[in-house]
């Protein structure tokens, strides 16, 4: 809560170009809390350097995922839309939180476990302590709802963990914060591989399908899905390929796994695949229209990115000073 307000916050990482995972694990399900909330919707690019960037590119990629964010319908005059490393209070209050988290508990991430196979020459602190800053980002806020992917419930599990031991150290000080999993959007699978997670860092492009993808390469990412041996769209625990398959194409029409089993009966895979590339390319087409927009205007980005800093920067600083005063800082 801050004054009489709830509170959302989330964060996305500048890391690559956005996902359909991103957008209906996630941005697509952000516009909707802004009449009721007070709402924080960073570009999370401290967190992008746990893994090697370039520079240029990690510039471009910031300015785009704020474009990006405003493309999904966030009005920045709803939101508060900014970017994590222009408010140091991040980084100051992730500092505070890492003396009051485990080793063991950080130990047992399953992200970190992931990205340390994948980065093994680049094993660092940052990315070990990523947790922290994570639970830092969405306790200064004063967050009571975090909407995010599956992928990130045992980060959450971690921030109210910090919180709750910090509350009960010292005195009531963050709002203990609620993950919110879009039931329908939750885990969007790799198409080459669908037992692992649609990730924007996958190397290879035919896995993915980015948002800003033009409609004749979607047609041909869902035309080369992986499925499975059979014909039939049925939603069928070992049948990952179609489950994942039926689990877009419910997400983007709105219609349940029987309606969407009913629609292609007698059908093949090869119809179902066109529909979920003609109903992908449709949905995103008006966004990577506005996208085009927002991102040839940088000077606006910019005004965005200054107010969206200011506005998260006073909300910050209560919540700061409050921790600072608590551990004994002189103030
Ligand atoms: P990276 O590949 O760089 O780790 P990512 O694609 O996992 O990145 P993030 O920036 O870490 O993306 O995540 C932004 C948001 O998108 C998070 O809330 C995350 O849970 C959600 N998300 C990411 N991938 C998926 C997915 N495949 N299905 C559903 N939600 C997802
Ligand atoms: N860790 C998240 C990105 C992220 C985030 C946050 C999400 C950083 N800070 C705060 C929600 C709230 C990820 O890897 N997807």
Same mark, same amino acid.
């Given at each position: 809560?801050l004054?009489?307000q709830k509170?959302?916050?989330?964060?996305?990482?500048?890391?690559?170009n956005?996902?359909?995972?991103?957008?209906?694990?996630a941005?697509?399900?952000f516009? +909707? #809390?802004?009449e /009721?909330?007070?709402?924080?919707?960073?570009?999370?690019?401290?967190? =992008?350097?746990?893994v090697?960037?370039v520079?240029?590119?990690?510039?471009?990629r910031?300015?785009?995922?704020?474009?990006?964010?405003?493309?999904?319908?966030l009005?920045?005059e709803?939101?508060?839309?900014?970017? $994590?490393?222009?408010?140091p209070?991040? =980084?100051?209050l992730?500092w505070?939180?890492n003396c009051?988290?485990? #080793?063991?508990e950080l130990?047992?991430?399953? $992200?970190?476990?992931?990205k340390?196979a !994948?980065h +093994?020459?680049n094993i660092?602190a940052?990315?070990?302590t990523?947790?922290?800053?994570?639970?830092?980002?969405i306790?200064?806020? $004063?967050?009571?709802?975090?909407?995010?992917g599956?992928d990130?419930?045992?980060h959450?599990?971690l921030?109210?963990?910090?919180a709750n031991r910090?509350n009960? =150290?010292?005195?009531p000080?963050?709002?203990v914060?609620e993950?919110?999993? =879009? $039931?329908?959007?939750?885990k969007?699978?790799?198409l080459?591989?669908p037992?692992a997670k649609?990730?924007?860092s996958d190397?290879?492009p035919n896995a993915v399908?980015y948002?800003l993808?033009?409609k004749?390469?979607i047609?041909?990412?869902f035309r080369?899905?992986?499925?499975d041996?059979?014909?039939?769209v049925?939603?069928?625990?070992g049948?990952?390929g179609?489950?994942?398959?039926i689990?877009?194409?419910?997400c983007?029409?709105? !219609?349940?796994?029987e309606?969407?089993?009913?629609e #292609?009966?007698? !059908?093949?895979y090869?119809? #179902?695949?066109n529909?979920?590339? /003609?109903?992908?390319?449709?949905?995103?087409a008006?966004v990577?229209?506005?996208f085009?927009?927002?991102?040839a205007?940088?000077?606006?980005? /910019?005004?965005?990115m200054k107010?969206g800093?200011e506005d998260?920067?006073r909300a +910050?600083?209560?919540t700061?000073?409050?921790?600072? !005063?608590?551990?004994?800082?002189?103030?």
């Amino acid at each position: 809560m801050l004054g009489d307000q709830k509170v959302v916050f989330s964060g996305v990482q500048p890391s690559g170009n956005l996902t359909i995972g991103n957008y209906l694990g996630a941005i697509k399900n952000f516009a +909707a #809390f802004s009449e /009721e909330y007070r709402c924080f919707y960073c570009v999370v690019d401290m967190h =992008a350097i746990t893994v090697r960037q370039v520079p240029a590119e990690l510039r471009r990629r910031t300015y785009e995922t704020l474009a990006l964010y405003m493309a999904c319908g966030l009005d920045p005059e709803k939101n508060t839309l900014f970017v $994590q490393s222009h408010v140091p209070a991040h =980084a100051e209050l992730a500092w505070m939180l890492n003396c009051y988290t485990m #080793f063991g508990e950080l130990s047992r991430m399953t $992200q970190f476990k992931d990205k340390s196979a !994948k980065h +093994a020459d680049n094993i660092n602190a940052g990315l070990f302590t990523y947790p922290t800053l994570m639970a830092a980002d969405i306790l200064l806020y $004063q967050t009571d709802l975090v909407p995010v992917g599956i992928d990130q419930k045992q980060h959450l599990e971690l921030a109210r963990n910090i919180a709750n031991r910090f509350n009960q =150290a010292y005195s009531p000080t963050f709002v203990v914060p609620e993950p919110y999993i =879009a $039931q329908s959007g939750m885990k969007i699978m790799s198409l080459t591989e669908p037992t692992a997670k649609m990730s924007k860092s996958d190397p290879n492009p035919n896995a993915v399908v980015y948002i800003l993808d033009e409609k004749d390469t979607i047609l041909r990412k869902f035309r080369r899905a992986v499925t499975d041996s059979g014909s039939e769209v049925k939603y069928e625990e070992g049948k990952d390929g179609i489950c994942n398959l039926i689990s877009i194409y419910r997400c983007l029409t709105g !219609k349940s796994i029987e309606e969407v089993e009913r629609e #292609f009966t007698g !059908k093949g895979y090869g119809d #179902f695949k066109n529909a979920c590339g /003609e109903v992908c390319a449709d949905t995103l087409a008006p966004v990577r229209e506005e996208f085009a927009r927002l991102n040839a205007d940088k000077a606006y980005l /910019e005004s965005v990115m200054k107010k969206g800093a200011e506005d998260a920067s006073r909300a +910050a600083a209560r919540t700061l000073t409050k921790v600072k !005063k608590k551990l004994g800082f002189v103030v």
